[in-house]
């Protein structure tokens, strides 16, 4: 599992069947800054993920790749290598909050 933060949509009129109506997201993974683990930054990667949870642009969520995307009842027919399962409310190194969704949004970030 990975983190990722919501950065677009993708909207492709032309797919395989087993796509209609799918929610294709653009998610760009995150790691935790490695000079001072004061918070989460871009890993410079960019990926294309069905959204299960009904994620939003902006929101860091939890993402899976590879055949671990086929893993919930929504994508098991899906020809997708990565979907994103959970909209993260917090993440925590220690007892150090690094990220929380709640200051995010009011931070406007």
């Keep these: 599992m990975?983190?990722?933060?919501?950065?677009?949509?993708?909207v492709a009129t032309q797919?395989?069947?087993a796509m209609i109506g799918q929610k294709l997201l653009?998610?760009?993974?995150?790691r935790v800054n490695e000079k001072?683990?004061?918070?989460?930054?871009?890993?410079g990667r960019t990926f294309i993920c069905v959204d299960t949870v009904g994620a939003g642009e902006g929101e860091v969520?939890?993402?899976v790749q590879g055949s671990s995307a086929?893993?919930?009842?929504?994508?098991?027919?899906?020809?997708?290598?990565?979907?994103i399962i959970g909209i993260v409310?917090?993440?925590?190194?220690?007892?150090k909050s690094i990220f929380s969704a709640?200051?995010?949004q009011a931070s406007g970030k």
């Design 2 to 10: 990975f983190l990722a933060r919501v950065t677009g949509s993708v």
């Design 15 to 17: 797919k395989v069947d």
């Design 26 to 30: 653009i998610v760009e993974p995150l």
């Design 36 to 43: 001072d683990q004061s918070g989460l930054v871009s890993t």
């Design 61 to 63: 969520v939890m993402i």
């Design 70 to 83: 086929r893993f919930t009842p929504q994508t098991k027919p899906l020809p997708i290598d990565c979907a």
């Design 89 to 95: 409310d917090s993440v925590h190194l220690g007892p």
């Design 102 to 104: 709640k200051e995010s």
